[in-house]
């Protein structure tokens, strides 16, 4: 997987997320917005995040930075910015 490089991290737009895990916790992280994303999922993480995987997703073909047959699954998140619980898949 490529890794992406910021140089400029505090002028970059990022959001807090807070998923829930697989043993019942709370995995907080700061996600960069990236706004030329037309994906078909909400976030892209890391495949090592593994404890906020709740089920399986169908996988789809990206486009783009990321391409190819992308792996997805569903997870719960809130956006404390703006108060919102959600089920999503990535």
Same mark, same amino acid.
């Given at each position: ?13 990022? #959001?807090?997320? +807070? %998923? ?6 709370? /995995?907080?992280?700061? =996600?960069? #917005?990236?706004? +030329? %994303? ?6 892209? /993480?890391?495949?090592? =995040? ?41």
């Amino acid at each position: 997987m490529p890794i992406a490089y910021f140089p400029s991290l505090a002028n970059a737009e990022v #959001v807090e997320v +807070g %998923f829930a895990t697989t043993t019942g916790g709370d /995995l907080n992280l700061r =996600l960069f #917005v990236d706004t +030329g %994303f037309t994906g078909s999922s909400w976030f892209i /993480l890391s495949r090592h =995040l593994v404890n906020v995987a709740m089920s399986p997703a169908p996988a789809v073909h990206a486009f783009g930075a990321i391409h190819g047959i992308q792996q997805r699954v569903t997870v719960f998140c809130k956006i404390p910015m703006n108060s919102d619980q959600a089920s999503l898949v990535i």
